[in-house]
């Protein structure tokens, strides 16, 4: 597994190496969407990842789908996200802030706001949110304005403009998971008449517009976009998934920093895009083949099969702050708490021991053991 050891350049970043922190909402800002002290903490213990991509970030109010997610839209969310970026450089690290409109995906009781949900059409998704008072069915959205829409993608640049006054070494545009930019690339989503809607062509332009407008803001070399070809999370169908991302990829700018996939069970797709794109990517692994969560040793086979130039882990990274360490050590790893992923405390959020925690618990251990036997004697 040297291969993950290795340094790597994602447009104007450079990585330590070649692993990668994959987004993971964990709900734990403010009601206000601002970041916190014990957030700090999180990100700064994964430090030692060559590149860790945050939680999905609000561009605007209206873009927020979740309680407790974290925003940047004013000057309150720039100064509290500093401190974190702050704390990520002096460990050495790296780090983007991922711009996730939540479209559809939401519900009015789940922030202050109370806002109704905003699509390119309105076709409610199947599922429910949880919420304070138990799990709602998701409400049929406002379908968006041309004027929301240019508004839209003014807010994502100006997102952007505010993550790198906060101290992000870029950002990641989300284009997956069936939020609202993948929402205008589906057709199951999108039934405008209009030039959003329709075409290939047309459904993917909202996404390339936000593309454009954001790389004019702060550069293509600190912008990726995460895509998520065939995943149906989140209610999406995509009917013709090989010739979108074709078309996608075709009119990309080809300096981005990288582009980030979350695969489904689909190599031969991932295998085509890879082919198709000039630039570095990015690869979350799917998993199907084997129970848990992604390993290092799987990383490291797709960096041998040169499907990616770096490779997104999630739940590892959530439960072993010191993934790198143990991963150059071939020591265990913690096993991961799915009842403490959202919302909460420091429980399972900054608490996880790292192979230096334990050691010093197995040490206090030996030394009460020691007392034990020299008080008995």
């Keep these: 597994m040297d291969n993950l050891f290795t340094e790597a350049r994602f447009g104007k970043i450079n990585a330590s190496n070649r692993f990668v922190m994959a987004p993971m909402s964990r709900n734990r800002a ?20 060559g590149l860790i991509i945050s939680e999905g970030i609000q561009p605007n109010q209206i873009g927020q789908g979740f309680m407790n997610s974290p925003g940047l839209h004013n000057l309150q969310h720039v100064k509290s996200w500093q401190p974190i970026t702050e704390a990520v450089h002096k460990r050495g690290g790296k780090i983007v802030a991922q711009l996730m409109h939540s479209g559809r995906i939401g519900h009015p009781e789940l922030y202050p706001s109370a806002h109704q949900s905003i699509a390119p059409s309105a076709i409610k998704a199947t599922g429910d949110a949880f919420t304070p008072t138990g799990p709602k069915s998701y409400p049929t959205p406002k379908e968006m304005t041309l004027d929301e829409i240019t508004a839209t993608i003014e807010d994502f640049a100006k997102s952007a403009e505010l993550a790198i006054q906060a101290g992000f070494d870029g950002v990641e545009i989300h284009a997956g998971n069936g939020f609202l930019l993948h929402q205008f690339m589906a057709s199951n989503t999108n039934n405008r008449a209009d030039l959003f809607g329709g075409s290939v062509k047309n459904r993917l332009r909202f996404t390339l517009k936000v593309v454009a407008a954001v790389t004019q803001a702060i550069g293509a070399k600190r912008v990726g976009i995460r895509i998520s070809p065939d995943n149906t999370y989140n209610d999406i169908i995509e009917q013709d998934s090989e010739v979108l991302y074709q078309t996608l990829i075709s009119q990309l700018p080809t300096d981005l920093a990288y582009l980030h996939i979350m695969e489904a069970a689909n190599r031969e797709h991932t295998q085509q895009i890879r082919n198709q794109w000039l630039g570095k990517l990015i690869l ?6 084997q129970d848990g969560p992604v390993t290092p040793a799987i990383a490291s086979d797709v960096l041998n099969e040169n499907l990616c130039d770096g490779v997104a882990l999630g739940a590892l990274f959530l439960a072993n702050p010191d993934l790198v360490e143990r991963t150059k050590l071939n020591a265990s790893f913690n096993n991961v708490d799915p009842d403490t992923f959202y919302g909460g405390d420091e429980t399972g959020y900054t608490d996880y021991p790292t192979m230096v925690d334990k050691s010093a618990s197995l040490s206090e251990k030996q030394s009460e053991s020691i007392l034990e036997r020299v008080e008995l004697s």
């Design 30 to 49: 403010t009601a206000e969407g601002l970041a916190t002290p014990l957030m700090a903490t999180y990100y700064a213990q994964r430090a030692t990842a």
């Design 284 to 289: 979350n692994p799917h998993k199907a083949w």
